[in-house]
């Protein structure tokens, strides 16, 4: 399916909670290392610490969101993904957020996703239930929505 809409919104500086996480590891390591001997269990301790590590980083690598004819994927590095179809939504509108957080959210009004800033699109589905997602281009990601919701055949579950 051809995309309609892609975007993704590079992070811009690590957030304190992974540099903290960082921290975390490389002294978990080190600490490792300083109490057994072993060669091989300081090795795997190293690895595993530096593993988590990359995926953490890889998780808060980018937020990509693309737009084809039936969905909107939202896309946090490499591993977390949502797939929302076109056809259950209601309403679409750029909005500012009043939370300042960043990953994935759950509130009781709605769920969010967003990264860096304050600004982003709140989707309204057909259910009522509420999504927004967070980006630096609100105004184009909102036209995109619409004018794919609008293009999306009623038909279509």
Known sequence: MPLKYEHTQKAKRPSF???????VLASSALLFWL?????TAVTIGIVIA?????GTMQVMAGLKITIDDNFIQIRCGITVSKKLLLSQIADCRPVSSDRDSKGA???AEYALAKFWNMQGVELTFKNGKRIRIGTDEPEKLAEAIQDAISQTPKAAV
């Open 50 to 54: 530096f593993t988590l590590l990359i």
């Open 35 to 39: 109490l057994f001997t072993d060669a």
């Open 17 to 23: 909670l992974s540099v903290l996480f960082s921290l």
């Open 105 to 107: 959210k759950f509130y």
